[in-house]
């Protein structure tokens, strides 16, 4: 009869999991308080294009040229700034969401992003994927 060994430590592996697993929880929570954080940025040029508005409509009724296109301006600028700023927003929640998921789906998705592009382009496969693919017949 032999001995059986029992080892009272968690493998490294385990403990390698384990850590990821913490890590993308506390991702998650950053990811939820930036999208906060995000939602109060938008909502303050939302608040600055509604006072502009009103400033336009008070120069429509004063019948005021000039001053309707320098109000119209600004509102141009600020719509300019607003979408600036929600592209920059975007891409930040998306690199964040990238950042929480494991590597093998990161793989995935960049794979499946690059088919999406190819299929929308109307393009074809590559040569040789094409050439070395397996027949259906």
Known sequence: MAP????????????????ARDKTRAGSENFANDVEASSQVLKKYKQQLT????????AEA???MEQLAKVEQKIRRVKGEMRFAKDKIEQDIIKEYNKIQEKHVRK???KSKKKSNRVNENKKEPFFKRLF????R
């Open 4 to 19: 059986i060994r029992v080892s009272s430590q968690p493998s490294k592996s385990y403990k390698k999991d384990q850590k």
């Open 51 to 58: 006072l502009l508005d009103q400033e336009r409509l008070d």
């Open 62 to 64: 004063s019948g005021d």
């Open 108 to 110: 995935r998705m960049k």
């Open 133 to 136: 693919k397996k027949k259906h």
